[in-house]
């Protein structure tokens, strides 16, 4: 009986460790993002939907041209500490007779001259000053783990009192973000920003950590229910990086957020489904605009239709701009 009762507990044990495993690993391939194994994962994390959506797939021309001239540009290196004691790193590209600020969110185990690889020459040539943010354990920029937002918002808040403890002539601050980046934003606009915050532009973001993981989990790896998979990675996210999947979402943020978003998504994106963009147009309760391009796919939609989004972008600029100009002439006169 002795025997019999230590080859069941046995068993048991060893059920739960295969159990737990698999949630490590998926925590690891998905939150953990150390340097020294980034080049190991990208030999054989190389799905389909990763090359389909990537602008590379049909806009190869315009995304190395974009690339190249931000690696040419000669950029000041900029440094913070983040709430958690990470230090965090930006490049800083001013611009002549600047109008404005934009600070540049990239997205998921990116980098900012990559995701803005097509639109950062336009938006320099356009009178703004670029600060291109490093996500934390991405470029240079210290950390282990990604949060999806959950933290990254904190860095973004961060990043615009850096700007605008800097910004001398108070010109408007413009946050934009690009899938995770833009999910960041998103987030950030729910925290205590600088009132020179006048603006946000989100080109495919995702509602959720948890949404886009059961998205990815079913698309990607045809797993449909992961239920149990979601509890051990929010597990895990609690003990080792120190934040809660609920955190990352943008819920709470659009249904309180006062300052006016842009939104972008491409139609065909099968990375980050167009229904996340759908439903934080729908709750977000600021002045909102909101594009999806048709057979766009992950941030393409610059690529795809190039004239009515950098229209949609100025006329976004002018509109605010304009606003935050007669809010400084009103001060000045009193």
């Known amino acids: ?14 059920a739960f460790n295969i159990f737990m495993a698999f949630g490590w690993s998926f ?3 998905m939150v953990r993002c150390k340097e020294q194994k980034r080049l190991i994962k990208k030999r054989w994390f190389q799905l389909s939907h990763i090359k389909l959506n990537h602008p590379r797939n049909k806009f190869e021309t315009e995304y190395e041209a974009g690339k190249a001239w931000c690696m040419q540009q000669h950029m000041q290196d900029c440094y913070m500490k983040s709430k958690d004691g990470l230090v965090l790193h930006a490049h800083y590209l001013p611009a002549k007779n600047a109008k404005r600020f934009v600070l540049l969110s990239h997205g998921y185990k990116g980098n900012t001259f990559s995701d803005f690889a097509y639109m950062a020459r336009f938006l320099h040539e356009n009178h703004c000053n670029l600060l291109f943010i490093d996500q934390r354990c991405c470029g240079a920029s210290r950390g282990e783990y990604i949060t999806f937002g959950a933290l990254e918002q904190y ?11 800097r910004n001398k002539k108070r010109l408007p601050i ?4 690009e899938s995770m980046g833009a999910a960041s934003v998103l987030m950030a606009s729910g925290q205590k920003l600088p009132k020179e915050v006048k603006g946000i532009i989100a080109d495919c973001g995702f509602r959720s950590m948890k949404g886009q ?4 989990a079913a698309n990607w790896f045809h797993l449909h229910w992961v239920g149990l998979l979601l509890l051990r990675l929010d597990l895990f996210c609690r003990i080792f ?14 249904e309180e957020n006062e300052r006016p978003v842009l939104f972008f998504h491409g ?17 977000c309760q600021a002045p909102k605009e909101m594009y999806v391009i048709p057979e766009a796919r992950h941030l393409c939609s610059a690529y795809a239709a190039p004239e009515l989004y950098r229209e949609k972008v100025l006329g976004f600029f002018a509109k605010y701009d304009e606003s935050s100009e007669r809010k400084r002439v009103v001060s000045w006169m009193q």
């Open 1 to 14: 009986m002795r025997n019999k009762v230590i080859k069941i507990v046995g068993a048991g044990v060893v």
């Open 27 to 29: 925590f690891k391939m």
């Open 155 to 165: 860095d973004v808040q961060g990043w615009s009192y850096y700007i605008a403890r």
């Open 174 to 177: 413009y946050l934009y973000g």
């Open 213 to 216: 993981v059961k998205d990815m």
């Open 241 to 254: 990086a120190g934040f809660r999947m609920k955190d990352a979402d943008t819920t709470k943020a659009m």
């Open 267 to 283: 139609s065909d994106d099968t990375y980050v489904d167009q229904k996340n963009t759908i439903y934080n147009y729908l709750i």
